[in-house]
């Protein structure tokens, strides 16, 4: 489906601290396959109600996680969910 498409959305648990393994190789592959990316943050609402982990801790950390393995995807949107 990556071959066919022009962007492609990667949806995360927002829950989750760091990303894992598969998610660092499906971007690897994004980027492989030349499509755009934009990173989907489900359950996003579950951090609100918390005041230990917050959206923007989330969304900061995926993009320094991004930048660190990645710097080409410095810019990418991390959408709410």
């Known amino acids: ?20 393994r598969q998610e660092i190789a499906i971007c690897n ?12 943050a489900n359950k996003m609402d579950l951090l ?3 005041s230990q982990y917050t959206p923007a801790d989330f969304t900061n950390n995926v993009r ?3 930048e660190d393995r990645m710097p080409i995807l410095r810019q990418t ?4 969910m």
């Open 77 to 80: 949107p991390i959408i709410p």
């Open 1 to 20: 489906a990556m071959k066919l498409a022009e962007v492609v959305v990667l949806v995360l648990d927002a829950e989750e601290l760091y990303l894992h």
């Open 48 to 50: 609100e109600m918390s």
């Open 64 to 66: 320094k996680q991004l």
């Open 29 to 40: 592959a994004i980027l492989e396959e030349g499509r755009a990316l934009v990173i989907a």
